[in-house]
Nanobody
């Protein structure tokens, strides 16, 4: 059974950093597209990044490109996303998603992903 478990969110002061984790269970971690999305209250969910964990392309939204580092630990089936220089506008719910068997140019659209983590809240304060 495919399952994604997220952690790492919380409260942080503006200018700080957080590392979000997404642990994958139930499928071969290195054969999939994974996406990272965020949804602020009252707004639609938007794509932040996508990655082919098998070594294909990685795409990152311009709004976070200079502040986001994506890494993975294949032995732990875990995707990490560290975002630096957090600002109030980064206050939102972040979610990871996966689509096993899909690789290469991984999509941004949430409709492309069938498996989702529970989400993790990030709150930035001044």
């Amino acid at each position: 059974q495919v399952q994604l478990v997220e952690s790492g969110g919380g409260s942080v002061q503006a200018g700080g950093s957080l590392r979000l984790s997404c642990v994958a269970y139930g499928y071969a971690f290195m054969t999939t597209c994974m996406g990272w999305f965020r949804q602020a209250p009252g707004k639609e969910r938007e794509g932040v990044a996508s990655i082919d964990t098998g070594g294909g392309s990685t795409y990152v939204a311009d709004s976070v490109k200079a502040r986001l580092t994506i890494s993975q630990d294949n032995a732990k089936s875990t995707l990490y996303r560290q975002i630096n220089s957090l600002d109030y506008v980064d206050t939102t719910m972040y979610s990871c998603a996966a689509e096993p068997g899909l690789g290469g140019s991984c999509p941004w659209q949430q409709s492309a992903y069938n498996y989702w983590g529970q989400g993790t809240q990030v709150t930035v304060s001044y």
